[in-house]
């Protein structure tokens, strides 16, 4: 029962900020996220309390992928993030995935990562600051930033497999 209403606290917290985000759009004066444009940089702490910045890995390709564990389209696409993250071509080139979580607390997003084998990076958003920044107004949506911090690509919505995340990279100069 307690994660009952945990899931609905993060739920409703989530929609709060979601919807803050939606309302958001248009005035930022030019600067939501945009192909082309620089990834507005952030810092945020992974699973571990360790702050890590979207700047500090300049020089490396990233994808930023907003999720929550009670996301079911979320959940699915999880594998396929899994698998590009191990696959050679990317690995050797330095890819970095950054899961940034949304309104959710450590040890639910740590638990779900555990119980299906997954270990590429999580950031935790837990005030969906990030999220507001990047004007992310459903879920999961997915950036794809080049070693420059330029973003090449955007990705509304879940990926059917893990060959549609590897088209999406392609736009990313490595």
């Known amino acids: ?16 900020v979601l919807a803050a985000a939606g309302c958001s759009g248009g005035s930022d004066g030019g600067q939501a996220p945009a192909l082309g444009r620089a990834a507005p940089d952030f810092q945020l702490q992974n699973l571990d309390g360790q702050a890590i ?6 020089g490396r390709p990233v994808i930023i992928n907003f999720w929550a564990t009670w996301c079911g389209p979320c959940r699915y696409e999880m594998t396929f993030l899994q698998e590009v993250s191990e696959g050679e071509l990317w690995r050797g080139q330095g890819l970095v995935i950054l899961a940034v979580n949304l309104g959710e607390p450590a040890s639910v997003a740590r638990e779900f990562m555990e119980d299906n084998g997954l ?3 999580v950031l935790l958003d837990s005030q969906g600051e990030v999220g507001m920044l990047y004007n992310t107004q459903y879920i999961p949506m997915t950036y794809f930033v080049d070693k420059d911090g330029i973003i090449r690509n ?18 990313v100069e490595s």
């Open 1 to 16: 029962m307690a994660r009952v209403i945990k899931v609905v606290v993060a739920l409703f917290l989530l929609m709060v």
């Open 53 to 58: 910045s979207l700047g500090e890995l300049r």
């Open 119 to 121: 270990s590429f990076t």
């Open 154 to 171: 955007i990705k509304r919505g879940a990926f059917r497999d893990s060959s549609e995340i590897d088209r999406f990279l392609t736009k």
